[in-house]
Structure formats: C-alpha cells, structure tokens
C-alpha cells in the first residue's frame, strides 16, 4: 500500500514556473514507478510524466517535453515535478500516481492515487 500526498500547487502567470511535490508513505515507494497525470474540467485525465523505479527513465507528454521535468528522491520518498514556462492551457488538477511501469500511459493501469493539487496559469 502507498499513499499519496501532493503540494506546490498555486496561481502563477503565464511564463511562471511550479514545482510540484509528491510524499509518500509505505517502504516499497521504491518498486514503484511514479507519474503525474493532470485533469481539467470536462476534461479527461491526461498523461504528464512518468519516472521508472530506479529514477533513470523518464518519459513526458509532448505538450510538456522541454518545459516541464520529473525527477524522484527514493531516499526521500517523494517525486517532483518541475514546470516551466507555464501556460493558460496547463491549467488544471495535477495527480502523483503509482505505478508497475513508467511506460502505461493510461490513467486506469495505475495504483494509488493522490488527492491532487490545483495549478491555474493565468494569461
């Protein structure tokens, strides 16, 4: 079992950064890749970006790729994401989710869920 607990999220101008914080509690936080996935309102949930177990693999959406970065701290339990460059359209309820691969795109293959935390980018 992991929980989840999401932070750092805010009202920033566009062009703005955030950096988004994950904690989370259990000791096999390890095993688990970790992802970020995003809903706006009327929206579907949406793929961010993932991070493998061990930290070494990364993959992003292309509509955050050279803008945003995950990273993770195993030591620490947690898992970042750091956004730059941020735009109206970023705007929406960010989630930290686990996971058995970095890879799975697709909200429904994920484990545990955090409650989110909301990022609103104004123009």
């Known amino acids: 079992q992991v929980q989840l607990v999401e932070s750092g999220g805010g009202l920033v101008q566009a062009g703005g950064s955030l950096r988004l914080s994950c904690a989370a509690s259990g000791r096999t936080f390890g095993s688990y890749a970790m992802g970020w996935f995003r809903q706006a309102p009327g929206k579907e949930r949406e793929f961010v970006a993932a991070i493998s177990w061990s930290g070494g693999s990364t993959v992003l959406a292309d509509s955050v790729k050279g803008r945003f970065a995950i990273s993770r701290d195993n030591a620490k339990n947690t898992v970042s994401l750091q956004m730059n460059s941020l735009k109206p359209e970023d705007t929406a309820h960010y989630y930290c989710?686990?996971?058995?691969?970095?890879?799975?795109?697709?909200?429904?293959?994920?484990?545990?869920w955090g409650q989110g935390t909301q990022v609103t980018v104004s123009s």
């Open positions: 989710a686990a996971g058995r691969s970095h890879r799975d795109y697709n909200p429904g293959t994920y484990l545990y």
